[in-house]
């Protein structure tokens, strides 16, 4: 079992919707949970974290963390089509990071 | 403009030819790292350093060395590439070990060994 798992998708929506992206973990040790959008050919740009469990909302975007499931979740509220990249979860505990492989998303104008 | 830069951004390059990817952050970060992203694999952490003169193992080190002479820059040396050190590569720089969850990317080095 991999230790951060995450639909590769593509994932694709109308413009306006709301999109749901989503990870389980397997080691319960981890504290912090960010996520990433990196659109094709760049890096990695940070979007929101949370340390340990609860949601956090920041403009369109809402984290949720629930440690007891092992199970967070990206929610991307009236999608643009700027919205299009891919979206990469990533955990941390000390100095391990564990990045999912990313869910391709593209939002239909 | 905050920023962390790479070069080169491509690259190409014979097995066994020692080279070195260059990395720099104009931020004042003390945490600094490098990954490589393979498809279906994730970011796997390389090396990382949290200051000037310290430096790590990440998960993935085997064929690669690092340096931190100075604060802002954090050079990956790979002395005899191989093909299956083929791969993108990112550097990452964070304020401090505190905040080290809160990384800021550069552009991305993509790196084949023939």
């Known amino acids: 079992q991999k230790e951060v798992e995450q639909d590769p998708g593509p994932l694709s929506v109308p413009e306006g919707a709301i999109v749901s992206l989503n990870c389980t973990y397997s080691?319960?040790?981890?504290?912090?949970f960010m996520w990433y959008r990196q659109y094709s050919r760049k890096g990695p740009e940070l979007l929101m974290y949370t340390y340990s469990s609860g949601n956090k909302e920041d403009g369109r975007f809402t984290a949720q963390v629930d440690k007891s499931s092992k199970y967070i979740s990206l929610f991307i509220r009236d999608s643009q089509p700027s919205d299009s990249a891919t979206y990469l979860c990533a955990m941390n505990y000390g100095q391990n990071f564990v990045f999912g492989p990313g869910t391709r998303l593209s939002v239909l104008p | 403009e905050a920023q962390v830069t790479q070069n080169p951004r491509y690259l190409i390059t014979v097995t066994g030819k020692k080279l070195t990817v260059t990395c720099s952050q104009n931020m004042n970060h003390e945490y600094m790292s490098w990954y490589r992203q393979d498809p279906g694999l994730g970011l796997r952490q390389i090396y990382y350093s949290m200051n000037v003169e310290v430096t790590d193992k990440g998960d993935v080190p085997e064929g690669y060395k690092v340096s931190r002479k100075e604060k802002r820059n954090f050079p990956l040396i790979l002395e005899s590439p191989s093909p299956n050190q083929t791969s993108l590569y990112f550097c990452?720089?964070?304020?401090?070990?505190?905040?080290?969850?809160?990384?800021?990317f550069g552009p991305g080095t993509r790196l084949t060994v023939t």
């Open positions: 990452a720089s964070s304020p401090g070990q505190a905040s080290r969850h809160e990384q800021y």
């Open positions: 080691n319960s040790a981890f504290q912090y």
